[in-house]
């Protein structure tokens, strides 16, 4: 366990569903972060949040929109996806997002297959 | 660009040494992490680098050269619960202070 738990773990969708992933962490942490991993490729930063203020947006399609309603909660909201949005997504969270020196707690994952 | 390069995948034998190598781009370094990731599992913290040198925790180790932009994990007395992938990941700062991660090495350990 590390403190950041995510629900749910696994999700099926059509691409004309909405649905929301959630991600909370008990650690008591200033920064949330969504990662997107994909088959064989590296962990892609999604969005990085920090006192619920939303400091990086990494070039992410719409169909992803993220919600922070406070320092412990964030959600990613799903919408009209694509098959190859199927992945691991994991969300983290770390002290501080600005401090390099600040390890990152990941959660189990959710992971998605958009049908 | 801020690749950061390490191998697909590397096998070893129990009780054996393993060496797992990452590569990076050097500008806008500012420290690395090795995770540890089980299949189906999160990301696990291991180690952190910022200054050259080796950092010894255990059986694992973590070895930086920043000039070189090099950085290796030492894995020893392998054991079969560490099959699993290690990733490498770079912070990056200078107006963007983000981590990048690596794709990642699976290693296999056979008895």
């Known amino acids: 366990e590390t403190g950041v738990t995510q629900t749910p773990r696994h999700l099926v969708m059509g691409m004309t569903n909405k649905k929301s992933l959630k991600c909370e962490q008990h650690?008591?942490?200033?920064?949330m972060y969504w990662y997107k991993q994909s088959a064989k490729k590296p962990l892609e930063l999604m969005f990085v949040?920090?006192?619920?203020?939303?400091?990086e947006n990494n070039s992410v399609p719409s169909r992803f929109s993220p919600e922070c309603p406070n320092s412990s909660h964030l959600f990613l909201h799903l919408h009209t996806l694509q098959p190859e949005d199927s992945a691991l997504y994991l969300c983290?969270?770390?002290?501080?997002?600005?401090?390099?020196?600040?390890?990152?707690?990941f959660g189990p994952g959710t992971r998605l297959t958009v049908l | 660009g801020q690749n950061i390069d390490q191998p697909t995948e590397m096998t070893a034998t129990e009780g054996a040494i393993v060496q797992i190598n990452c590569t990076y781009q050097?500008?806008?370094?500012?420290?690395l992490f090795w995770y540890q990731q089980h299949a189906g599992e999160a990301p696990t913290f291991l180690s952190y680098?910022?200054?050259?040198g080796l950092e010894e925790k255990g059986r694992f180790s973590s070895f930086l050269s920043r000039s070189k932009g090099y950085s290796y994990l030492l894995l020893k007395e392998l054991q079969m619960k560490d099959s699993a992938s290690y990733l490498c990941?770079?912070?990056?700062?200078?107006?963007?202070?983000?981590?990048?991660f690596g794709a990642g090495t699976r290693l296999a350990v056979h008895p």
């Open positions: 650690l008591g942490h200033n920064a």
């Open positions: 990941a770079v912070w990056f700062s200078g107006g963007y202070n983000k981590l990048i």
């Open positions: 050097t500008s806008g370094f500012n420290g």
């Open positions: 983290a969270s770390s002290q501080d997002s600005t401090e390099a020196s600040n390890e990152q707690f």
């Open positions: 949040y920090s006192l619920e203020e939303r400091v």
């Open positions: 680098n910022v200054l050259d």
